[in-house]
């Protein structure tokens, strides 16, 4: 559905989860990791919240919101 991207708080206080959709990451075989492509600013700025929130309803309400914020076509359409 989404990928989940988390930081801020302290020794894992507070910290938020921040949904990006799938479709907007990028795999690097150099890291063999995939690429965020959104600044920190980006990601502060888009929806977040607990990981309880995030997959609460099985996760639509946030992953409406991620897929509207980032601008990435749904994939369930």
């Known amino acids: 559905m989404f990928a989940v991207v988390g930081f801020g708080g302290v020794l894992g206080m507070g910290e938020k ?3 990006v959709p799938w479709s907007t990451l990028d795999f690097d075989p150099q890291f063999d990791a995939y690429v ?3 600044s920190k600013e980006d990601l502060e700025a ?3 919240d607990t990981i309880k929130e995030l997959t ?3 996760g639509t309400v ?7 914020y980032y601008k990435a ?3 369930w359409h």
């Open 17 to 19: 989860f921040h949904p």
């Open 46 to 48: 888009g929806p977040a």
């Open 56 to 58: 609460k309803n099985d």
């Open 36 to 38: 965020v492509p959104f």
């Open 62 to 68: 946030l992953r409406d919101k991620a897929f509207d």
């Open 73 to 75: 076509e749904p994939y």
